[in-house]
């Protein structure tokens, strides 16, 4: 990982931010433009022709041909927000800018808002990056390892599989010069052959080379197409050897990044998550002045998700 490149490119500033993003019209400017680069579709009949009214304080387009009247938030993961636009953006700006992750109470301080509309703006957003994470999958060569979250990371002898961590596969793919590309933290119900074949139905591409340790669960990657090839050591973990390190860093960042901004969470229930908000912002870390408009991207494609869903336990895969 070329970690001056990634650590001294220029994100977006605060006054720009501003300047760009400080008014309400604009934020309805850029919204408009995320969700309809081409021109207003009617979500209805998909008819372009339309006229734009104010209803409430907002924006509504009615559709020429079929009269439905939709606002810009309707049917994106924003749908039936009292906040203004403005709040919103600052949240995405400061969640796509924090280097290891923002918290909610810091989010709470920053926007000025109760706890609770932070951490459902927070958990909104990271939803928006677990869904648009799960549209990729792995290919190529492929380290993997199993690691728990709310324990000692992977590798610890003491209470591997206890009931009180989170198991998940954490799996990083190379370049063919042996840079990382993407990641993938994905939570399992255990590491045993099925869960493993499942997760690699979902998660690489047939034709993966998949480099692990010797824990057998591993060998079931061959059930997706993919070729398996163990490192067995003496000792479980062959953590020196070159052929783990990218996935060694990865797992560091994750801890630093989970020690740093979030302290506790409900680790049984919001897992995927955290774990996809942080893989969504490692797989882009090449691109961080442009974060802000791909989360709004992101946001905008999310499916609207009320409190109720979104406190709702995750379903492991
Ligand atoms: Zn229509």
């Not at 919204?31 to 021109?39: K, S, V």
């Not at 919103?88 to 989010?107: N, P, V």
Request: proline share 5%; glycine share 8%.
């Amino acid at each position: 990982m070329a970690m001056n490149r990634i650590q001294f490119q220029p994100g977006l500033s605060m006054p720009e931010f501003f300047q760009q993003y400080g008014a309400e019209a604009q934020c309805e400017a850029a919204l408009e433009e995320a969700r309809w680069p081409d021109g207003f579709r009617c979500p209805r009949c998909d008819g372009s022709a339309h006229c734009v009214l104010r209803g409430g304080g907002r924006k509504l387009f009615q559709c020429n041909a079929c009269r439905h009247q939709s606002s810009l938030i309707a049917g994106t993961v924003f749908q039936g927000t009292k906040l203004r636009l403005t709040v919103w953006f600052l949240a995405l700006y400061l969640i796509s800018q924090a280097k290891t992750g923002l918290s909610a109470l810091a989010l709470k301080r920053h926007l000025g808002v109760s706890y609770p509309t932070a951490w459902l703006i927070q958990h909104k957003l990271m939803q928006a990056m677990a869904e648009r994470e799960q549209r990729y999958v792995l290919e190529g060569p492929v380290q993997v390892d199993d690691a728990y979250l709310g324990g000692e990371r992977s590798g610890g002898k003491v209470g591997r599989g206890s009931e009180n961590k989170i198991p998940f596969v954490a799996a990083v793919s190379l370049s063919d010069d042996g840079h990382p590309l993407r990641t993938k933290l994905t939570p399992v119900p255990g590491f045993s052959l099925k869960a493993i074949e499942q997760w690699a139905k979902t998660s690489l591409a047939p034709g993966s080379i998949v480099f692990s340790d010797g824990l057998a669960c591993f060998a079931a990657v061959t059930q997706a197409g993919c070729t398996h090839q163990p490192t067995v050591v003496a000792g479980r973990k062959p953590r020196d050897l070159p052929q783990f390190q990218w996935i060694n860093t990865v797992l560091g960042n994750l801890k630093t990044s989970l020690n740093g901004s979030y302290h506790a969470f409900n680790f049984r229930k919001y897992a995927a998550r955290y774990l996809a908000a942080f893989t969504y912002r490692f797989n882009r870390r090449f691109d961080l002045s442009t974060l802000h408009e791909r989360l709004l991207v992101a946001a905008v494609r999310c499916a609207p998700h009320p409190q109720r869903s979104i406190r709702i336990a995750e379903v492991h895969c």
